[in-house]
């Protein structure tokens, strides 16, 4: 598919308009189109973008950008991008960057665009409900902190899952940082005036400050509920403590009078077995007092 710039954000149905424009393509038309641009070819397979970068190749900026999930409905996104002279070239087999740049065909003016700042605009397009999806998974952190005090068995997969995606985000806003300042920097195209990646970078920079403190959050949640189960196990061992403590004094008791030797005065006494309940009653209560007032439980 490919767009004219001229005037606003045109689709052009036929062959390449007249520059500026733009062409959104597969990868498998590619090679026929880079061939006949004199672009150069895409340095991986689509499913192996692990990273938003940009390289400058001869006359162009040849980069990928990959956002991870975000949401049900936003499903992760891979796609190969070229700026260079009077136009850009996107490369996406999943679809996202075409419904994208439809989207941005009917909400950009009718003025005259350079390549650069569709660029811009498709990247803002791609991030735009970014906020309100860190500020979900904020709110779901505070919704988990009830479960990580009750010490729910799902809490703990909860938080390992918005752990990990809060760190895929924090990684990934600052690559779009980095790739929105190289793009600032370069001069392989036509700035003329336009400064727009630099506020591009500062909110990526914004974004990733709230992934972070998501990530930092989640860790923290998860550190308290570890405190939680080890202060519930010394609690538990305390009480098992004590009451091993307790019978330990009456296994003896019972362990030396259980030997049943022929000359133990006590085995003919005839208050001999009331005594030895009564000493087990005294040893048991005087060793609850004596923990009682340790406070050991």
Same mark, same amino acid.
């Given at each position: 598919?490919?767009?004219?710039?001229?005037h606003?954000?045109?689709?052009?149905?036929?062959p390449?308009?007249?520059?500026?424009?733009?062409?959104?393509l597969?990868?498998q038309?590619?090679?026929?189109?880079?061939?006949?641009?004199?672009?150069?070819?895409?340095?991986?397979?689509?499913?192996a973008?692990?990273f938003?970068?940009?390289? $400058?190749?001869?006359?162009?900026?040849?980069?990928?950008?990959?956002?991870?999930?975000?949401? $049900?409905?936003?499903?992760?996104?891979?796609?190969?991008?070229?700026?260079?002279g009077?136009g850009l070239?996107?490369?996406?087999d999943?679809?996202?960057?075409?419904?994208?740049?439809q989207?941005?065909?009917?909400?950009?003016p009718?003025?005259?665009?350079?390549?650069?700042a569709?660029?811009?605009?498709?990247?803002?397009?791609?991030?735009?409900?970014?906020?309100?999806?860190l500020?979900?998974? @904020?709110?779901?952190l505070?919704?988990? @902190?009830?479960?990580?005090?009750?010490?729910?068995?799902?809490?703990?997969?909860?938080?390992?899952?918005?752990?990990r995606?809060?760190?895929?985000?924090?990684r990934?806003?600052?690559?779009?940082?980095d790739?929105?300042?190289?793009?600032?920097?370069?001069?392989?195209?036509?700035?003329?005036?336009?400064s727009?990646?630099?506020?591009?970078a500062?909110?990526?920079?914004?974004?990733?400050?709230?992934?972070?403190s998501?990530?930092?959050?989640?860790?923290?949640?998860? @550190?308290?509920?570890?405190?939680?189960?080890?202060q519930?196990?010394?609690?538990?061992?305390n009480?098992?403590?004590?009451?091993?403590?307790?019978?330990? $004094?009456?296994?003896?008791?019972?362990?030396?009078?259980g030997?049943?030797?022929?000359?133990? $005065? @006590?085995?003919?006494?005839?208050f001999g077995?009331?005594?030895?309940?009564?000493?087990?009653?005294?040893?048991?209560?005087?060793?609850?007092?004596?923990f009682?007032?340790?406070?050991y439980?």
């Amino acid at each position: 598919m490919f767009y004219s710039l001229s005037h606003g954000l045109t689709p052009v149905e036929g062959p390449l308009p007249t520059a500026p424009y733009a062409a959104c393509l597969t990868t498998q038309a590619w090679p026929d189109f880079a061939a006949g641009q004199g672009l150069p070819p895409l340095p991986c397979a689509p499913e192996a973008i692990a990273f938003c970068k940009v390289e $400058p190749i001869s006359n162009c900026l040849l980069g990928t950008l990959a956002l991870p999930p975000r949401g $049900p409905k936003r499903p992760a996104v891979r796609f190969f991008f070229c700026l260079g002279g009077q136009g850009l070239c996107l490369a996406d087999d999943g679809g996202h960057v075409q419904a994208a740049m439809q989207a941005l065909a009917s909400a950009l003016p009718g003025q005259r665009l350079s390549p650069a700042a569709l660029l811009l605009a498709l990247f803002s397009q791609l991030i735009e409900g970014d906020l309100l999806f860190l500020q979900g998974l @904020e709110d779901r952190l505070s919704a988990l @902190e009830d479960e990580v005090e009750g010490l729910r068995q799902d809490a703990a997969g909860q938080l390992r899952r918005l752990r990990r995606t809060a760190a895929r985000l924090e990684r990934c806003y600052a690559q779009l940082a980095d790739l929105a300042q190289v793009l600032d920097e370069s001069e392989l195209y036509d700035k003329a005036g336009f400064s727009g990646f630099q506020a591009f970078a500062a909110r990526c920079l914004r974004l990733r400050e709230l992934a972070l403190s998501l990530r930092e959050l989640c860790t923290q949640l998860r @550190e308290e509920r570890q405190a939680l189960l080890a202060q519930r196990q010394t609690q538990a061992m305390n009480t098992l403590t004590v009451v091993t403590s307790v019978f330990l $004094p009456l296994s003896f008791l019972t362990s030396w009078y259980g030997m049943n030797f022929a000359h133990m $005065p @006590e085995l003919g006494w005839r208050f001999g077995y009331p005594l030895v309940c009564l000493l087990a009653a005294g040893i048991a209560l005087g060793c609850f007092l004596l923990f009682k007032r340790k406070r050991y439980f």
